[in-house]
């Protein structure tokens, strides 16, 4: 019966793709086309056929450390404060990509600064529009909105607000706050992390993924970090590795502690076990995140650009072979979600490509 229905759904969406705007082939504002011609280049180009890889995650990673170079107390404090999504990641990169944070982005920042340079668009524009488009390739994702018109000219981003997976999680949440972000914000975008994969934390496991879908926006990241850490994923431990709970998989300290913290706890949890939550406050999350230090009034909505992403049909899952006692619950007001238990023995979690 469940089969049935969302094969029926399937086939409605089919059927809605083949007339011509929702899809996005062509645009509500006439302002907006130019756009139309980028997402195809870059849709065949860098995301490699519109698929969900390292080329998204990448381009994800990137639309936050450009954004987060944005400081209300520098600011008060009478020095500059970063531009916030302004594109310096890309047009000084020879600064910002020597910030310890920022390692394993220039195989990101290139293809998008040359993008950007051949379609006439700005840096800043360009690094907003490739996260949306790239989420809208993974199953599950929420559709981004698009805001173009961001200024081409920035100054460099000051040093030391991009928060890093060794951070305490009072460190990062006090980032974040002074970015603009409550603790349950901070939280619903961390559902990035569910399309992720490390290189520069442990070398030798490159690409190990942060769950077990990393090709599918899906809620496994916050159940998976939560289970017990039982294993290493590689030969050694890495920077700010804590033990995993699956073999494959990366598990970082920060993403470890905002998971148990009492202040983000709750928010984690509720995210386990609820798609449409997740996708929707992540939405919400970026919308903020992706305009940050920008007037709103001054850009264009080119949201129609953004490809409808495929649902994904898998409900929540404890991994096979674990159980609820493996999970370490850490909201006290709420016992866990009672999730169903997936099938024989969860396999080894394959590496991403990278
Ligand atoms: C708030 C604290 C955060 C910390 C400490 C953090 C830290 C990290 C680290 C250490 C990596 C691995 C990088 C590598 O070795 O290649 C990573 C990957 C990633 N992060 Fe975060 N992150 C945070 C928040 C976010 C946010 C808010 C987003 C987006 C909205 C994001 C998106 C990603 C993505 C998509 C990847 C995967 C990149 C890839 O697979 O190449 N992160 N993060
Ligand atoms: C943006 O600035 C760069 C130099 O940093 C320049 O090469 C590029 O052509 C500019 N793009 C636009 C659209 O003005």
Redesign the pocket.
Same mark, same amino acid.
């Not at 982005?105 to 690094?127: Q, T, Y």
């Not at 994702?141 to 200024?151: I, K, Q, V």
């Given at each position: 019966m469940r089969l049935l229905s969302s094969f029926v759904l399937v086939a409605m969406l089919g059927l809605v793709a083949s007339t011509p705007a929702p899809q996005g082939e062509s645009t509500g504002n006439p302002a907006c086309s130019i756009w139309l011609d980028v997402r195809d280049d870059m849709q065949s180009g860098l995301f490699n056929g519109a698929k969900c890889e390292n080329g998204v995650h990448k381009a994800l990673r990137l639309a936050f450390h450009d954004s987060i170079g944005f400081s209300q107390s520098l600011t008060a404090s009478g020095q500059f404060g970063g531009g916030g999504s302004d $594109?310096s990641i /890309?047009?000084h990169s020879a600064i910002e990509l020597t910030f310890g944070p920022n390692g394993h982005l220039e195989g990101i920042v290139e293809p998008l600064r040359a993008l950007? /340079?051949k379609h $006439?668009? @700005?840096?800043a524009d360009i690094i907003q529009f490739a996260a949306a488009v790239g989420v809208a390739n993974c199953r599950g994702a929420p559709r981004l909105e698009f805001m173009a018109g961001r200024s081409? @000219?920035s100054q460099v981003s000051p040093p030391r607000l991009v928060p890093g997976p060794g951070n305490s999680v009072d460190q990062i949440l006090s980032r974040m706050a002074d970015a603009g972000f409550s603790a349950d914000e901070t939280v619903d975008l961390l559902a990035s992390h569910s399309i992720a994969a490390q290189e520069g934390l442990n070398s030798a496991v490159a690409g190990s993924p942060f769950d077990s879908t990393p090709d599918v926006f899906d809620t496994q990241f916050y159940v998976e970090t939560l289970l017990k850490g039982i294993l290493n994923t590689g030969p050694t431990t890495g920077f700010a590795e804590k033990l995993s709970p699956l073999p494959g998989e990366f598990r970082m300290q920060s993403d470890f502690a905002i998971a148990r913290d009492p202040r983000t706890a709750c928010r984690w949890q509720a995210l386990t076990n609820d798609p449409v939550l997740m996708s929707q406050a992540f939405r919400a999350a970026m919308v903020r995140l992706s305009t940050l230090g920008n007037d709103r009034s001054t850009l264009q909505d080119c949201s129609d650009v953004i490809p409808i992403p495929n649902s994904n049909p898998s409900p929540p899952t404890l991994p096979g072979g674990k159980t609820e006692a493996d999970i370490e619950a850490s909201c006290p007001d709420t016992p866990f979600p009672v999730l169903p238990i997936a099938p024989g023995v969860a396999p080894p979690i394959p590496p991403v490509a990278v």
């Amino acid at each position: 019966m469940r089969l049935l229905s969302s094969f029926v759904l399937v086939a409605m969406l089919g059927l809605v793709a083949s007339t011509p705007a929702p899809q996005g082939e062509s645009t509500g504002n006439p302002a907006c086309s130019i756009w139309l011609d980028v997402r195809d280049d870059m849709q065949s180009g860098l995301f490699n056929g519109a698929k969900c890889e390292n080329g998204v995650h990448k381009a994800l990673r990137l639309a936050f450390h450009d954004s987060i170079g944005f400081s209300q107390s520098l600011t008060a404090s009478g020095q500059f404060g970063g531009g916030g999504s302004d $594109g310096s990641i /890309i047009e000084h990169s020879a600064i910002e990509l020597t910030f310890g944070p920022n390692g394993h982005l220039e195989g990101i920042v290139e293809p998008l600064r040359a993008l950007a /340079i051949k379609h $006439g668009v @700005s840096f800043a524009d360009i690094i907003q529009f490739a996260a949306a488009v790239g989420v809208a390739n993974c199953r599950g994702a929420p559709r981004l909105e698009f805001m173009a018109g961001r200024s081409n @000219s920035s100054q460099v981003s000051p040093p030391r607000l991009v928060p890093g997976p060794g951070n305490s999680v009072d460190q990062i949440l006090s980032r974040m706050a002074d970015a603009g972000f409550s603790a349950d914000e901070t939280v619903d975008l961390l559902a990035s992390h569910s399309i992720a994969a490390q290189e520069g934390l442990n070398s030798a496991v490159a690409g190990s993924p942060f769950d077990s879908t990393p090709d599918v926006f899906d809620t496994q990241f916050y159940v998976e970090t939560l289970l017990k850490g039982i294993l290493n994923t590689g030969p050694t431990t890495g920077f700010a590795e804590k033990l995993s709970p699956l073999p494959g998989e990366f598990r970082m300290q920060s993403d470890f502690a905002i998971a148990r913290d009492p202040r983000t706890a709750c928010r984690w949890q509720a995210l386990t076990n609820d798609p449409v939550l997740m996708s929707q406050a992540f939405r919400a999350a970026m919308v903020r995140l992706s305009t940050l230090g920008n007037d709103r009034s001054t850009l264009q909505d080119c949201s129609d650009v953004i490809p409808i992403p495929n649902s994904n049909p898998s409900p929540p899952t404890l991994p096979g072979g674990k159980t609820e006692a493996d999970i370490e619950a850490s909201c006290p007001d709420t016992p866990f979600p009672v999730l169903p238990i997936a099938p024989g023995v969860a396999p080894p979690i394959p590496p991403v490509a990278v």
